[in-house]
């Protein structure tokens, strides 16, 4: 079993903060997307990459706290136990906000996913990748009225959630770790 996720107001109030462009549920779907893309980036050119995300120059804390974000993440898609989380906000929150931070992790991701995979055409991914790709688009726009804070909104969102985090085993899984078990060739970004 990996590490738990740090919470995601910690993060989050770090790059408000800062006054970044972006929220923790963002940068955490643009790491994941560069992770499942096989991307793997040097330090510097990762924060580099940070930096032009967020428009904003990283102090130290919140460079490190990035930085093992992303380490925590890749180790949550190598765990046999399928650890993997998304990194959202909590459910006290209400509904249409968590589902405005579900699509600003989608919208993150699919930034990650293009950046990572850079120089490789479409079908160089099976159907089922291209397919959980759309999906994953669609569920970027996502978006709930404020007054909607029924039980089934809350199952529809939390099967949502699922079917994103499940969705982003697979790309990996397809992606970066071939058919034998072994790691595939990292894709350097430049």
Do not use: K
């Given at each position: 079993m990996t590490d738990l996720l740090p919470p995601h107001d910690d993060i989050d109030l770090a790059l408000e903060d800062l006054g970044a462009a972006r929220g923790a549920a963002e940068i955490h779907g643009l790491l994941t997307g560069l992770a499942c893309a096989g991307s793997t980036l040097p330090e510097a050119k990762l924060r580099a990459l940070l930096t032009d995300e967020l428009e904003v120059d990283l102090d130290e804390d919140t460079w490190r706290e990035l930085r093992d974000l992303d380490r925590l993440l890749r180790r949550q898609l190598l765990d046999d136990d399928l650890g993997f989380e998304l990194l959202l906000p909590d459910d006290d929150l209400p509904l249409a906000e968590r589902v405005t931070a579900m699509a600003e992790w989608c919208d993150g991701f699919l930034g990650g996913f293009g950046t990572g995979s850079a120089?490789?055409?479409?079908?160089?991914?099976?159907?089922?990748?291209?397919?959980?790709?759309?999906?994953?688009?669609e569920f970027s726009r996502a978006e709930v009225g404020e007054d909607v804070v029924d039980e089934d909104g809350e199952r529809d969102f939390m099967e949502l959630v699922e079917y994103l985090r499940i969705a982003a085993l697979s790309i990996f899984l397809e992606v970066v770790k071939p058919r034998d078990g072994g790691p595939a060739p990292a894709t350097p970004v430049h």
């Open positions: 120089g490789r055409n479409e079908q160089d991914f099976s159907e089922d990748v291209r397919h959980l790709l759309t999906t994953i688009g």
